[in-house]
């Protein structure tokens, strides 16, 4: 079965300073999909990112960037000189794809709940 | 472009009323699924429609539970007999195709049950 763990449940960071979210997954498939969130206060999730089981590239988008670590299970997201308007819940998730009997339904994290302080 | 919608943002629901919760996919994505949010959790999988078809309702919690998408677009979540615990938020999201894309959400209902 898939997982996905978030153990940092909430981070207060001073504005204009970087922060790493943590995502650790487990997953028995070799193909998978691994993806980022953000749900801000309004309560809609925004889609960041999404990254292949096989891309081990790091990606940079703006004050975004993401580490994909096979070897460790982690899909670690960085956001540089932090922005009141990072404030939000963001959620680390896991697709295994198709089984037949399933879905390419994503499996969440608890999130991590980041406060950015002026 | 129009992104997901869902309706209504809030519902109220004495227990044991049913509900039924609309939502109407991004033009053209052809994947549909049904989350649930509970309070300060990660939303949780509900069911799956790929067009018409209900391809995967694994994560319904209940018969109370139920799902339908007749013409491939949009979508109604309906609950029976509602209880306490099925208080939460259910979000809906579409996707171009199965697979691999990305999933875009809607910004949920909102079902308190009384």
């Known amino acids: 079965a898939q997982k996905v763990t978030q153990a940092q449940t909430e981070i207060s960071v001073v504005e204009k300073e970087d922060v790493t979210l943590d995502c650790v997954y487990e997953t028995r498939d070799t193909t998978y999909y691994l993806f980022w969130y953000k749900q801000p206060p309004s309560g809609e999730l925004v889609f960041l990112i999404r990254r292949n089981s096989f891309d081990e590239q790091n990606e940079i988008s703006g004050r975004y960037s993401w580490n994909f670590q096979k070897s460790t299970s982690s899909f670690n997201f960085t956001i540089t000189a932090s922005q009141v308007v990072d404030s939000a819940v963001y959620f680390c998730?896991?697709?295994?794809?198709?089984?037949?009997?399933?879905?390419?339904?994503?499996?969440f994290g608890k999130g991590t709940k980041l406060s950015v302080i002026p | 472009g129009a992104g997901v919608s869902q309706s209504p943002r809030y519902k109220v629901a004495k227990r044991g009323q049913d509900v039924a919760l609309r939502c109407d996919p991004i033009?053209?994505?052809?994947?549909l699924f049904w989350y649930q949010q509970a309070l300060g959790q990660g939303p949780e999988f509900l069911t799956y429609f790929q067009n018409e078809a209900q391809l995967d309702k694994s994560g319904l919690p209940s018969d109370r539970f139920f799902a339908e998408r007749p013409e491939g677009s949009v979508s109604t979540l309906k609950i029976q007999r509602t209880q306490q615990e099925d208080s939460a938020v259910y979000l809906c999201?579409?996707?171009?195709?199965?697979?691999?894309?990305?999933?875009?959400f809607g910004p949920g209902t909102r079902l308190t049950v009384t």
């Open positions: 998730a896991l697709s295994e794809g198709y089984s037949g009997a399933g879905s390419y339904q994503l499996t």
């Open positions: 033009s053209g994505h052809v994947s």
């Open positions: 999201a579409s996707s171009l195709a199965g697979g691999s894309y990305e999933q875009y």
